[in-house]
């Protein structure tokens, strides 16, 4: 399999990520371990006024989801592009199959084959 083809979908989806997350957090961290924390809006609320208070914690909250979601999916980028690295791209991390093109299309991090995906329920 070609994995160029792959590792460039998720460069790009990286950096994406990257870009999104600079806009509601910034990277915190002590030598080359980082995380990405979500930054508390500046929205010139007056203090005086509680309702525009209220609308800087909701929004900071609102930050945090969307920081812990794009930081999660970066992580599992990472992981794939790890993988390529070592060669063991595209095997399906339970069963140990090849994990189809059109799944890796579909999802470029995707660490299992189609059979061994984990299910959603709810």
Same mark, same amino acid.
């Given at each position: 399999?070609?994995?160029?083809?792959?590792?460039?979908?998720?460069?790009?989806?990286?950096?994406?990520?990257?870009?999104?997350?600079?806009?509601?957090?910034?990277?915190?961290?002590?030598?080359?371990?980082?995380?990405?924390?979500?930054?508390?809006?500046?929205?010139?609320?007056?203090?005086?006024?509680?309702?525009?208070?209220?609308?800087?914690?909701?929004?900071?909250?609102?930050?945090? $989801?969307? #920081?812990?979601?794009?930081?999660? /999916? @970066?992580?599992?980028?990472? +992981? &794939?592009?790890?993988? !390529? =690295?070592?060669?063991?791209?595209?095997?399906?991390?339970? $069963?140990? #199959?090849?994990?189809?093109?059109? /799944? @890796?299309?579909?999802?470029? +991090? &995707?660490?299992?084959? !189609? =059979?061994?995906?984990?299910?959603?329920?709810?």
């Amino acid at each position: 399999m070609d994995t160029s083809i792959f590792q460039g979908l998720l460069i790009k989806e990286k950096v994406d990520i990257e870009r999104t997350l600079t806009s509601v957090g910034h990277k915190e961290g002590v030598g080359h371990i980082t995380a990405w924390e979500p930054s508390f809006p500046d929205l010139n609320a007056s203090r005086a006024e509680q309702s525009e208070v209220a609308d800087e914690y909701e929004e900071f909250d609102n930050r945090i $989801g969307v #920081e812990t979601s794009l930081a999660r /999916r @970066l992580s599992d980028i990472d +992981a &794939a592009l790890s993988r !390529i =690295t070592n060669g063991i791209y595209g095997t399906c991390a339970v $069963g140990g #199959e090849q994990i189809s093109e059109d /799944r @890796l299309r579909a999802n470029p +991090a &995707a660490t299992t084959c !189609i =059979t061994h995906a984990p299910t959603r329920t709810g």
